[in-house]
């Protein structure tokens, strides 16, 4: 064989070899982000179908286009939304549970478990919504317009005016026998203001499409339409003095909802926390007992002695100088991103990088929110020009350098940041969403960071366990408060005096987990989360079946789900159909 043949052989067989490693990556990459065809199948056309189904059926939605939208409460929307859903889940009875891969097992899982709870809350809302149609028998009188609307039939705008003509006239009876109800249960309150809502969004819907275009439209509607909204909102107006929104149980000014603590099991539960209210309470003392015992330990080393409040006291008082507080903030995340990368305990993507952004938290935003947030960008609080002197000096002392060195990380990177860059680029057909990953996730670096001597003197550890403390706390007070044990009060009091916070930042801390949109889980979310992930790096990392990379980027391109169900992914557990939480996961570090 000449010597250009047998280079032209030698050449085809590298370049087959390099194609064949090509795709021998290419296929383990797709297997990764696929791990089967039939439920990512599913729940992608489940997610589509659903809000195509949103958008056709919800007035405000229709012609709008977004990967999550709001479905209407009207009972055309609820029903064909159930049927959706129940078409969903003998889809999923048709398949082979046993024959599929342990990741698609647990997509199994998850789906079923949240089809099955949105059709028991569709059952609730429906109980609920014949307990109060009374009080709406004019609804159809407008809904029926939405459907023609729909298929642009060409409305009879004489008859459309008389009916909804006596919508108004409806109304004004119906008024006065509400004036007359001396008692309308909360929940029904709340359904017949969002079914009033739905009822002036489908009118709207219909007006806006037909007044200006159609003559005899125009000429009948604009009048009645304009008297007809008014009605609603005072209808509307009149249900809202029907809640009874309570009285604050104390001094704090604060009114929320305990739930009880038979609706906090079902919801541990559906999160898969195999954990009562009460062994959580004692799992969280047990922990903030190691963290006042370390908080001494820095006391001491900075010369306060057992007087921990005096040291972080002058920890406060490192506060920067109104406006330097950005810089300090890009300074803190150099320093947490050089130390993820040095240690190498996961790809940072050089994107992910370039594109964190930074903005400033409104005054009032603060009142309820005293630390800065994060996510796409980090929402810095500090002062403005418009807070009094107590305020500025609060929120100076609360965000000073060694409070805020704990948890530049948990918002940007490797925390919310590198959470929702990911989110969007793996494994994009999961839903799952759940505070106990997404908060669970960015706490746990801040458990990570501290085994790893990230801290570096007393006063960066004692900035590190205020908010560790602060962490435990928020199981503490959280739990008691919706198990009716403490009142809004003991729980301010508590985080003042027990973890140092300060008054006002304690108040809004309070008032943001009891009178905000929060669920009663979500403050005990991120260390109950964060000992999960930690308890799995334990088993996968210290025992050296992993490293640390290869541990965090299987899990940050998974996507979220409850993060029981990463483990069962990641150590391949036994799992069945009806799988329910079963592990015992928390561990409080020893003194």
Avoid at 86 to 92: H, N, Q, S
Avoid at 126 to 143: A, C, G, L, R, T
Avoid at 537 to 565: C, Q, W, Y
Wanted: net charge negative.
């Amino acid at each position: 064989m000449g010597n250009k043949k047998k280079l032209w052989v030698a050449s085809f067989f590298l370049i087959m070899g390099s194609i064949s490693m090509s795709l021998t990556a290419q296929t383990q990459e797709i297997s990764l982000y696929v791990p089967c065809e039939e439920m990512p199948d599913l729940i992608t056309k489940y997610s589509a179908d659903y809000n195509v189904l949103v958008r056709y059926y919800s007035p405000s939605s229709i012609g709008r286009w977004g990967r999550k939208l709001n479905a209407g409460v009207s009972p055309e929307c609820r029903e064909r939304l159930t049927k959706l859903r129940e078409d969903y889940l003998a889809k999923l009875r048709k398949l082979d549970f046993n024959s599929l891969p342990q990741e698609c097992k647990v997509d199994y899982i998850l789906f079923k478990r949240d089809l099955e709870k949105e059709n028991m809350e569709a059952k609730e809302q429906e109980v609920v919504y014949q307990k109060i149609k009374k009080w709406f028998p004019f609804s159809d009188n407008i809904y029926s317009y939405l459907k023609g609307r729909r298929r642009g039939y060409q409305p009879d705008a004489t008859k459309m005016a008389k009916e909804w003509n006596s919508v108004v006239n409806s109304i004004e009876i119906l008024k006065g026998e509400l004036e007359e109800t001396t008692y309308i249960n909360k929940v029904e309150v709340e359904e017949a203001l969002r079914l009033i809502e739905d009822l002036k969004k489908s009118s709207e819907n219909v007006y806006s499409f037909y007044n200006g275009y159609d003559p005899l439209f125009t000429w009948w509607m604009p009048t009645v339409y304009e008297s007809m909204t008014n009605s609603l909102d005072d209808y509307a107006d009149l249900f809202k003095k029907k809640i009874d929104k309570g009285k604050p149980v104390d001094e704090s000014g604060i009114v929320g909802n305990p739930v009880g603590r038979e609706e906090l099991l079902k919801q541990l539960e559906y999160e898969m926390i195999d954990y009562t209210p009460e062994e959580l309470i004692k799992l969280a003392n047990e922990e903030f007992a190691w963290c006042e015992a370390e908080l001494l330990k820095a006391s001491k080393e900075m010369g306060f002695g057992k007087d921990w409040k005096a040291a972080q006291e002058k920890v406060k008082n490192t506060y920067v100088e109104p406006g330097k507080q950005p810089e300090m903030i890009l300074r803190l995340y150099n320093e947490s991103v050089d130390f993820l990368k040095n240690n190498d305990l996961i790809t940072v993507p050089a994107l992910a990088e370039e594109v964190w952004g930074m903005i400033m938290m409104s005054p009032e935003r603060q009142l309820v929110n005293p630390f800065f947030t994060g996510g796409s960008a980090i929402s810095i609080s500090y002062p403005t020009d418009s807070m009094t002197y107590e305020q500025r000096m609060m929120s100076m002392r609360g965000n000073n350098p060694h409070f805020s060195k704990a948890t530049v990380h948990h918002e940007l990177i490797a925390g919310h940041n590198l959470q929702a860059f990911m989110n969007n680029r793996y494994r994009t057909y999961r839903n799952f969403g759940t505070p106990f990953w997404t908060e669970g996730w960015a706490l746990y670096w801040e458990l990570l960071l501290w085994d790893m001597d990230f801290p570096k003197g007393p006063e960066d550890r004692i900035g590190m366990l205020f908010w560790h403390m602060h962490r435990c706390a928020r199981i503490i007070f959280s739990l008691n408060y919706h198990i009716g044990k403490w009142t809004p009060q003991e729980c301010i009091d508590f985080l003042v005096d027990r973890v140092g916070h300060e008054r006002a930042n304690a108040e809004g801390e309070v008032r943001r987990s009891f009178e905000g949109n929060y669920p009663p889980l979500y403050q005990l979310a991120y260390l109950t989360g964060g000992r999960q992930f930690y308890a799995l790096h334990k088993e996968l990392v210290e025992s050296g079946k992993l490293t640390n990379r290869e541990f965090h980027d299987r899990i940050i391109t998974m996507n979220a789900m409850p993060v029981e169900m990463i483990k069962a992914i990641m150590t391949d557990g036994k799992i069945n159909i009806n799988y329910k939480a079963q592990w015992k996961f928390y561990d409080p570090p020893k003194q």
